[in-house]
């Protein structure tokens, strides 16, 4: 076999290995997704936030970009923010602006799990919460 033929055939053979990596599937995170963690507000020190819940609800998609709602209680009060947020180009990290205040950086876990880590320097505290996507 000559050196060009060989050539040929490592390189067919990179591209058909290197196709599946181009294409990886953007993940969907659309619908409820809730969960609790520990944090640390400047007022209040450490908290263990395991009673007070946060659902992320995703109402939309649209390819790497999504928007939505989530709610939490503040004072024995629900309250409800929009967000919206980015998928990086790894498809696992996701970057959220909520549109009051903060914003979270999340590793999306499996289809089911994201791991969030709150962060809000105007009210002096940050969370880390493990969301688990709720059945339809």
Request: proline share 1%; charged share 20%; with cysteine.
């Given at each position: ?10 390189l067919v ?105 709150y962060l ?8 880390i919460e ?7």
């Amino acid at each position: 076999m000559c050196m060009k033929t060989i050539w040929t055939i490592g390189l067919v053979l990179l591209a058909l290995s290197t196709t599946g990596i181009c294409a990886a599937e953007i993940p969907n995170l659309v619908g409820n997704w809730v969960g609790t963690g520990p944090g640390y507000n400047e007022e209040s020190g450490y908290v263990e936030d395991t009673d007070n819940i946060l659902t992320f609800s995703i109402t939309e998609q649209q390819g790497r970009i999504f928007n939505g709602e989530l709610t939490y209680q503040l004072n024995g009060t629900d309250v409800v923010e929009s967000f919206a947020g980015i998928i990086d180009s790894d498809n696992k990290t996701i970057y959220i602006a909520e549109f009051v205040s903060g914003y979270d950086v999340g590793t999306i876990i499996s289809e089911e799990e994201i791991d969030m880590m709150y962060l809000d320097s105007e009210a002096g505290e940050v969370f880390i919460e493990t969301l688990h996507r709720v059945a339809e």
